[in-house]
């Protein structure tokens, strides 16, 4: 079953950047496009597990600490080795000045 | 200065064999007992500022890259203008450095995709540096990402410059390139006509197999026209301008990258303990490209080399002192090497300065008691 979580306010996210946000074992990572929309994928890398909230956000792209391993965070695409499988992405919604996303 | 030093009571018997095989037992002992892959230190930075530090930029590596092949085409074109006369050797000598050291530094920034912006850059960079430095661009990415992961973990880095005990002779010749341009271009062999190595399966993923397979293929069909003009002119000119600079050349990076690692710890998750910043003279620096930077790197491999600096002046307070000159790095470093060839256990320990937090240890619990030595 899913559900909608309250992840965070719209403006605790820089433009152009991103937060970790951890509910029950899992960790997610929500980003805040240059153009003003919200974003959410796994939180950890799915090279090794490094958590993405350390790294560095280009236009739609996050670049992970690690390796340098980039991702497209609209869709979860990899698009710079080492990383080769894609990451998970979650639904967002924004109410209210709140981030939320669906998670199962 | 007080260097610490791991040496106390060991003896020809107490002392660990390390076995380096990719396919070895320490490799796998590491993967049992959670020392690869493990979450290193490192120091904390306000996101602010790291955002800042990580920021990328295409002027700084644009600049270097034209005043870089702008001086390897003019030393190259006086050189050949001078050729056979030893009025040559001085360019060949400034071609050499820059071909078979600068690219070293180039292939691994760009490696890293952060030494300019723009991706297709870095590529282009990456791709020349690794042709030049008989590296092979497909696999060099996957192992510098395993050295990444597990910088000086026996068994699971493929980039250990120094093992332990030392191999002198091997150290030295690889200033002029012999051991490595070998294994380079047997590897380079391997790779086109039988394929990929099984040590490298450890660390290239499947998917990207025939890439290296078709880059060997690509650096032997160049090597092999190169050799093959310099029978025809009955002239190694060609050759001193494509792969001979590989060997003459290397001094420098050899120079640089012992220092990076060299007599320090193994084994351990804090680069404070395995890696060495050392300040050094601008032009080493333009060749190096700032990784003399190299506990900053590894802590954070995300910051471009022209950010290093910075860097290193935001977190500094919680590194070991660096060194103040390649000489003085040397003078730190070689005295341990020899140390090394009887008791291979022993290593160089930094004291932290007094802002600093401890060293992250407890992979090493196992160690032997400490002594203090002054350096
Ligand atoms: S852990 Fe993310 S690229 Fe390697």
Redo the contacts with the bound molecule.
Sequence with gaps: MTQWIDACATDEIDEEDLIRFDHGAQTFAIYHSPEGDFYATAGL??????H?CDGLVMGHLIE??????QFDYRTGEAKRA??CVNLRTFPVKVEGGRVFIEVA | MEREFYLGAITEDTMTRRNYSLLGPDGARAVETGLAAAEWYHTEVPRKVMKDLMKRSDAPAIRDTIILYGCMILFAGLGIALWPSWWSAPFWLAYGVLYGSAMDSRWHECGHGTAFKTPWMNTVVYEIASLMMMRNSATWRWSH?RHH?DTYIVGRDPEIAVMRPPVLFKLIGNFFGIFDAWAALSRMAYNAFLGVHPEEKTFVPQSEWPKVVKVARIYVLIYAATITLAIWMHSILPLMVIGLPRLYGAWHHVMTGLLQHGGLADNVTDHRLNSRTVYMNPISRFIYWNMNYHVEHHMFPMVPYHALPRLHETIRHDLPAPNRSIGAGFAEMWPALIRQLRYEDFFIKRELPATAKPYREEFHAEAPVGGTVAA
């Design positions: 890398c799915s090279h090794e597990n490094v993405l992970c600490p690690k390796h340098n391993g080492p990383v | 990402a992961t």
